[in-house]
Structure formats: C-alpha cells, structure tokens
C-alpha cells in the first residue's frame, strides 16, 4: 500500500530511540522527510544514522529538550523553513511512583514534558497545516489513558490531558483536513520499559527477566510489544487513506486493556 507520504515533511520528537525511534523510521521508509528531536546530540546522531543507512535519506535534527521554553524555541527555529505536515509528539515518560511519592516539582515537570510540550509543538506546526488544508497530529500517549497504571499516577494524569486536547482539536480542525489522533502503547520492549522493569526488580527482590514476564503473563498476546509495530500504526495514521481516521486513541498493547472501546 502507498500510504501517500512523499513530500510529506514529519517531526518527531523523542525520537533518538523507542517509539520515537521507531515512527520517524516507519515514516522515512514511507518516503517521509524526517526531522527527529532528543536531548543528547549524540544518540540523535546514531539515530538519524540508523534512519540513513535504511532508507538512504538523512533525516534532520534537533537537539532540544521539549520540556523546557529554550527547547521548544530550538525546534520551532530548527523547522521555521519546513512545512510540517505531519506531528508525532512523543518523549520521556514521567517518573514512575504513586501520588504521595512526588512532590509539586515532580507534578510540575511532568505537566511540562507530557502536556506543555505536545501543546507548544501543536501550536508550531497546526497553523501552517491549516493553511495547506492537509495535516496530521499525532501523539504517543499510553493504554494507561484507557486504563490507568496504578504507579503511573503522573503519566496517567497529564496523557488523559493530551488526549482531551487532541479530541477537541480534531472536533475543531478535521475540517481543514488536519486529523489528530493518539497511539496508545501498551508495554513495549524499549529503554523505558526495561527502566520500569529494573526498579519493580529493586522493589519486589525478582530478577528484571522474572518482571519483563510478569508483563507478558498479563497480555493476551503473551508478550511485549516490539517498537515497530507502533510505528506501522503512526506511518499509517499519517498516510492518505488515514484520512477519515480522527478523534481517536488506538491502543497498540496485545489487548491488553480490558475496555470494549
Ligand atoms: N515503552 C512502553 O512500554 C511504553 C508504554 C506506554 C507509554 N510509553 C510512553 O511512550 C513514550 C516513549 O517511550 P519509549 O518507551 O520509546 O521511551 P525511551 O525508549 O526511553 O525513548 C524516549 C525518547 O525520548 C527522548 N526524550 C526523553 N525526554 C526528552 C525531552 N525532555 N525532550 C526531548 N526528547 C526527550 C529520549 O532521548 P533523550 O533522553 O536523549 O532526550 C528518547 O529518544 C514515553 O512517554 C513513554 O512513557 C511507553
């Protein structure tokens, strides 16, 4: 299936590895130009070599920190002469813990890195959208918007934001052919869930293995999910015939939650 994205241009931010990583791959492979975003220079680097070496194009990039104005203003910068069409909105997850375990900052943070940040990023890019009469917002959320983690309390609380953003924006825009839609990860094999895995290690005495099949155990699909399945989701969300798709939070967990919708 063509899924339309030459002379597409995509951001994606947390891209350097995950699900970031892997979006702004399944984007490039669909022809997309890709600009990726992360903190550490050098593992963006590794990332849009990886990125090269697949699809033969270089995607750009931008080091910045989405959770703070000087970040944000980096990328704004970074695609003031890109027409982007396509938003993956994505980064850093929250520290895990439950509500008595952060303090304001935390809370504070955390609305910085998960609602802040896809806001800011919405605003960069929607006008221009508009404008062409053709775009697509997407934002990595979690299954715990339909379900919630019970020691994910600040991911839980500010991704329930960015859904309720992206609803209303869609009610507000689709018709300027701007879709908005949220993928909901379910536990998928990336550095943040081998992170969560370690520090439930610490707390419960198991090995991180015994914990990584604990999460298994739990899905219907009797393992975690691997980065490029939600990536094939965001390609084709983002492509032509996604075109009548918006409103929407698309868990991609093994079926995991147990909501009918
Ligand atoms: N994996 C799962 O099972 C799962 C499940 C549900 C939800 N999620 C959510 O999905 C998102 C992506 O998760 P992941 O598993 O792919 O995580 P990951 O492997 O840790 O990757 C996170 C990416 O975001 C970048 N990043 C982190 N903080 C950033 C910031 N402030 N500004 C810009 N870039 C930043 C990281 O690079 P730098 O550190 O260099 O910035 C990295 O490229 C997270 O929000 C996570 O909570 C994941």
Same mark, same amino acid.
């Given at each position: 299936m063509d899924l339309g994205l030459t002379n597409k241009h995509a951001l994606v931010t947390g &891209? +350097? +590895?995950g699900l970031g990583a892997a979006s702004a791959m399944a984007l490039a492979r669909e022809g997309a130009t890709v600009v990726i975003n992360a903190r550490d220079a050098d593992r963006l680097a590794k990332a849009a070599d990886w990125i090269e070496g697949e699809t033969g194009n270089r995607p750009g990039i931008i080091a910045a920190d989405i959770a703070t104005a000087r970040g944000l203003t980096a990328i704004e910068k970074g695609i003031r002469d890109i027409p982007i069409d396509i938003l993956v909105s994505n980064g850093g997850g929250p520290p895990p813990g439950q509500?008595? /375990? %952060?303090?304001s900052a935390r809370w504070e943070d955390a609305a910085r890195l998960v609602l802040d940040s896809a806001r800011s990023l919405t605003r960069m890019v929607l006008p221009g959208m508009i404008d062409r009469g053709w775009g697509r917002l997407l934002y990595i959320t979690s299954v715990g918007v339909l379900q919630p983690v019970d020691d994910l309390i600040l991911s839980n609380t500010y991704r329930a934001g960015v859904t309720a953003m992206c609803k209303t924006i869609s009610n507000n #825009? &689709?018709? %300027? !052919?701007v879709t908005a839609n949220c993928v909901c990860p379910g536990y998928t094999a990336t550095e943040r869930l081998m992170g969560l895995a370690t520090r439930r290690s610490q707390e419960t005495g198991k090995t991180r293995e015994d914990i990584l099949e604990e999460f298994a155990s739990m899905i219907p699909r009797k393992r975690v999910g691997n980065p490029e399945e939600l990536g094939a989701l965001v390609a084709f969300l983002a492509g /032509?015939? &996604? !075109? #009548?798709?918006?409103g929407t939070s698309i868990p991609v967990d093994g079926g995991l939650h147990k909501s009918l919708l």
């Open positions: &891209a +350097s +590895s509500f008595l /375990e %952060h303090e #825009y &689709a018709q %300027h !052919g /032509e015939q &996604a !075109g #009548y798709i918006s």
